[in-house]
C-alpha cells in the first residue's frame, strides 16, 4: 500500500506522541523533501521534530519528486510536493488537511483523507481506544482538525 502524508498529520500525532498510528496502519509513508524541511528542519517544536526524526529512521521515507505540475490554485510548498509525489505514486491513501490542497487533490483524480478519518479507523480496528480522547487531546494543543 502506498500513503503519502503532508505535515499536518505528522505535526499533530507528534504532538500528542502517537506517531506509532501511522505505523500500525499503514507500515510505510512516504513524503516529500519539502515536507521534511517543513515538520523537520524549519519545526519550532521539539517534540514534533524529535518525533518526526525518530520515524522517518523507522517507517517514513523521505522522497525527492521528479515532477513539477502547475496546479490551479496557489498552494504552499509541503502541498505542491505532496501532490507532485502523489501525481507520481499514485497512492492508495493521502493524508491532506488543507481545504485548497484537498480540492486541488480531488481535481486531480485523488481521494485525500484526514488525520481525523485515520483516528477514526484505528478506533475502529482497535489500536487506539478512543477517537474521541485523541481529538481532545489534540484540542488542548490548539490544534483543530477538519
Known sequence: MIVISNSSPLLALSQIQ??????????????PDSVFKETVLE??????????SIAINDFIEVVTSTIDHHFSRKLGQ?????????IEKQPHILLIDDKRARKEAKDLGFMPSFTSDVLKQAEQQNIISSYATLMKALYEFDIYLP
Open 18 to 31: 502517537r506517531l506509532d498510528i501511522l505505523n500500525t496502519l499503514f507500515g510505510h509513508i512516504y513524503i
Open 43 to 52: 519545526c519550532n517544536v521539539p517534540i514534533q521534530k524529535a518525533g518526526i
Open 78 to 86: 509541503g502541498e505542491r510536493g505532496v501532490l507532485n509525489l502523489a
